[in-house]
């Protein structure tokens, strides 16, 4: 077990993810990091999320009111939460063992802000796809920089964490964004300092066909060119941008 350095809070929206979150909750209380706290913001479930949610006692925290969506219901979870260091993770993916151990040792250097990590791609059943776009991703963060960020998206989110210290200093999430509200706290975050990349895999991200991730990719990138063209004026950076997207739209059309 590791010397609690700080508490970390991880904020678990969901919306009618029965079928998925006791496996979130689950990868999250097995974690080696005893100073967790697990804050759960259900936007008003009608499936058997909440009688899951009641079975864990208090082992986390836990509220359900309707709201505004996934972006609002991670803003609310971070103003109940108490830790130094933050992240979100949705209630269809997972954290891999050890993971806020890893984290945790990369914020006992006080001059790292956030930090992100390495993670894998499964499907709705727990099996591992999309080699090739995590291999792509560890690639480039080899190379992690705010003209990188600018033509890509190379940032994953649920193994990515940051300091609340960074949050109060370029404010919270933006409630007008749908898909991308994580990409603009990114760009936001690097014109602070770069993130702290962890060279190991932290979490799974799954794409199954309620996600967004896995049925509503292309509004997903229409967002995300929008959000880019608030931090940057460069047309060619813009055009590099579209056109990396389009290539990644074709690629999920001809494996789905």
């Known amino acids: 077990m590791v010397k609690q350095l700080s508490k970390i809070s991880i904020i678990v929206p969901t919306l009618n993810q029965g079928q998925f979150i006791k496996e979130t909750l689950d990868s999250l209380l097995i974690q080696d990091y005893p100073g967790l706290e697990i804050i759960v913001m259900d936007g008003g479930s009608t499936d058997n999320t909440l009688d899951i949610l009641k079975s864990y006692g208090d082992k986390l925290l836990w509220k359900s009111e309707k709201d505004h969506g996934q972006t609002q219901a991670i803003n609310k979870g971070i103003g109940f939460a108490t830790g130094e ?3 979100f993770l949705n ?11 890893s984290v945790a040792t990369a914020f006992s250097d006080s001059n790292v802000s956030w930090v992100s990590g390495d993670y894998e791609i499964i499907d709705g059943q727990g099996k591992p796809i999309q080699s090739f776009v995590v291999l792509y991703k560890r690639f480039l963060r080899l190379f992690s920089s705010r003209w990188l ?3 890509t998206n190379y940032v994953v989110q649920p193994s990515t964490f940051w300091r609340r210290e960074l949050f109060d200093q370029i404010g919270e999430f933006d409630e007008t964004l749908n898909y ?3 990409y ?5 975050a690097i014109q602070k300092r770069r993130p702290f990349i962890i060279h190991r895999k932290l979490s ?6 309620q996600s967004k991730g896995g049925s509503r990719y292309e509004q997903q990138f229409s967002e995300e060119i929008e959000v880019l063209q608030r931090y940057t004026q460069n047309k060619f950076m813009i055009l590099l941008h579209r056109l990396s997207n389009q290539l990644i739209v074709q690629i999920y059309k001809k494996i789905k």
Do not use: Y
């Open 85 to 87: 260091i933050l992240g």
């Open 91 to 101: 209630s269809d993916d997972i954290l891999l063992p050890g993971a806020l151990s």
């Open 149 to 151: 960020l600018s033509f």
């Open 180 to 182: 991308v509200m994580d």
């Open 184 to 188: 603009d706290f990114w760009m936001r």
């Open 204 to 209: 799974a991200f799954r794409i199954h066909q």
